[in-house]
């Protein structure tokens, strides 16, 4: 299948067009702009660029820093064991260390075709909403698959079945630039086999994620609320065809909802939340804001497994090493940029924004000044995100809900570090199930309120197309 120019909606076309009007022109970089992560950035872009804590911590704290990093990049075991500080992996889970599918704290990667390894890769899970169970909605963002629950783990324990195997294939289809050059896109199917515990339920919904990179995490949650929803436009107000909006969502220790900022969806609200449910749901470990472990009443090899649960009651991810982890999640730090004065960069950076690429992708925040770890406040970040919800068209649907996110709705992704993604991580594939093999097919899988860009990004020449991946690769 192809798709020419000549056969994109004119109207988003000269919408793309006369943005170009009143976009900014940078002929130099602007001040301070390399240090994409303020005072806490390092200047460091080899395979370890993403590993290390916040430039401007002190000696003091990054031996806590070093210690939640043993709990990450470490496996845990299967309980009972010697090794108690890290026992209870299981019954069901994914994989038995966070720095496996976060290798060197980088990106994931799905299965290549034909293998069942998806490592990197998970597989989220639900049915179509139910409206009597609205409490359910309201904590979890969605019903989940009766037997399966909200996520495919496909490891178990020695005596639990796993859940199942994920196999991915494609189909492609062409797309054609102004200029006649020609890119193949690929569109990723999912199948599920050796089901561990009958059929899933005829309607549900399947969504792959691959794993993201863990840099500036601390950062972002320490913008500001009233930043982030001062960028909501769900009516396009401004009629520039942006309507972002933020997630709302539940937060576990507060008892109640409010905004989301991490995960594909914005599904999570702090690093906190979002590492409890990666043990819980990756790696089969309780905690003491998910006391239980991930089993489904039809599970029952998995309800009456040994845990690794202390005889005190400490769960299997004490509060201390649940601590000492998102310490180390909040503090590794952004990579600097590199390049930022080049003419070729900067002449890519004023095509991003003539195509309006800096609607979602924000270029600059400030963090508060009452940031949860004082080296993250107050300082001028450069993620290139909103970190609100956008309708990406049905190229990129899931059909998946998750809160107020609907089946084509993604968050806005950080795009500071991207440059340095396959130096980090050894592979070059992106948006949310790694279906672009790089970065110019990311940009024109951008569909829905995206798709003015992604069109006025098909009139580049070769020497626009370069320009524009050196300002990216810049980042």
Known sequence: MSLSLSRLPPLLLALALAA?????????????????????TVQRSDRNAYSLPS?????????????GNSFFRNPWVIAPSTTTARDGLGPLFNTNACQNCHVRDGRGHPPEPGDSNAVGMLVRLSIPDQPYLAKVIERLGV?????????????????????????????????????????????????????????MHPDTRFSARVAPPMIGLGLLEAIPEADLLANED??????????????????????????????????????????????????GLTSTLLPNDDCTPAQTGCLTAPNGDGADGEKEVSDNILRLVTFYTRNLAVPARRDVGSPQVLAGKNLFYQAGCQGCHTPQFTTAADATEPALANQVIRPYSDLLLHDMGPGLADERTEFAANGQDWRTPPLWGIGLSETVSGHSQFLHDGRARNLLEAVLWHGGEAEAARNFVLTFDAEQRAALLAFLNSL
């Open 20 to 40: 170009c009007d009143d976009a900014p022109r940078f002929t130099h970089a602007e001040p301070g702009e390399a240090l994409s992560g303020g005072q806490a």
């Open 55 to 67: 430039a401007n911590l002190s000696p003091e704290l990054r031996l806590d820093f070093a210690v």
């Open 143 to 199: 019903v989940p698959e009766p037997v399966y629950g909200t996520q495919l783990q496909d490891m178990a324990i020695p005596g639990v079945a796993p859940e199942g195997k994920v196999r991915v294939s494609y189909t492609r289809e062409t797309l054609s630039f102004k200029d006649g050059h020609q890119v193949e896109l690929r569109k990723p199917a999912l199948q599920i086999t050796q089901l561990g515990y009958g059929v």
């Open 234 to 283: 769900p009516d396009d107000r401004n009629r520039d065809g942006i309507r972002g909006r933020a997630n709302r969502v539940w937060d576990d220790a507060q008892g109640k909802t409010v905004i989301g900022r991490f995960g594909w969806k914005a599904g999570q609200p702090n690093v906190n939340q979002q590492n409890v449910h990666a043990f819980a749901g990756d790696m």
